[in-house]
């Protein structure tokens, strides 16, 4: 099955700072990838996702790309602010239409 | 707005003891699913369903059964609970044929 493998495990930036977040996938044949922001104590919620038909989607200040080639992508968050602080997960849905996640990306932006 | 909730946001149970964690959506979705979430781990599937009275095994189904009986409603069961199937337990749904999961708030499982 489709194995994803995500890093850092955690991840300390300055407010302001941007913050990459990497995942990697083993499935050829996956096609969409969602990335989820789970906030202490809450349900996690998509923030962004990208096909595979594509290879950069940008949202005011978060974005991931996509290469296929080498089978990796990232979230990159610019301007980071305190109320980003989450864990972040990846995901990646291949032909089953299941999701495989990451194992989740702890993000502190310290003030 | 998507609401997905869960019976129970905490629930203490102990071991051998069968345990229900009952999902329930109300935007008609026919996907649902049953993770559970481990620090280091991310999360897992259990089990999902793309239809009522239909199930499949997820990734890590052993010690774990399910039911939909009806559309809007989801169940995990836990035949005979285990220390080891401490964890928070987390439902989502979708629209079938849409790619984007709703999470519920999710169950932490305690089982001593």
């Known amino acids: 099955g489709e194995n994803v493998e995500q890093h850092p495990s955690t991840l300390s930036v300055q407010e302001g700072d941007s913050a990459v977040i990497k995942c990697t996938y083993s499935d050829s044949a996956s096609n969409y990838f969602p990335w989820y922001k789970q906030e202490l104590g809450k349900r996690p919620q998509l923030i962004i996702d990208i096909r595979s038909n594509v290879g950069e989607k940008k949202d005011q200040r978060i974005a991931v790309t996509l290469n296929k080639t080498a089978k990796h992508f990232s979230l990159h968050i610019t301007e980071t602010q305190p109320e980003d602080s989450a864990v972040y997960f990846c995901?990646?849905?291949?032909?089953?239409?299941?999701?495989?996640f990451g194992s989740g990306t702890q993000l502190t932006v310290l003030p | 707005d998507v609401k997905v909730t869960q019976s129970s946001r905490y629930l203490v149970k102990r071991t051998g003891e069968k345990v229900f964690l009952e999902c329930v959506q109300d935007m008609d979705h026919e996907n649902m699913f049953w993770y559970r979430q481990d620090p280091g781990l991310g999360l897992r599937l259990i089990y999902f369903s793309y239809d009522v009275k239909m199930k499949e095994k997820g990734d890590i189904p052993e010690g774990y059964s399910v039911s939909r009986e009806k559309k809007e409603r989801f169940s995990l069961i836990l035949e005979s609970a285990s220390t080891n199937q401490t964890s928070m337990y987390l439902c989502?749904?979708?629209?079938?044929?849409?790619?984007?999961?709703?999470f519920g708030p999710g169950t932490r499982l305690t089982v001593t």
């Open positions: 989502a749904s979708r629209v079938a044929g849409d790619d984007e999961q709703y």
């Open positions: 995901g990646s849905s291949g032909s089953a239409r299941q999701l495989t």
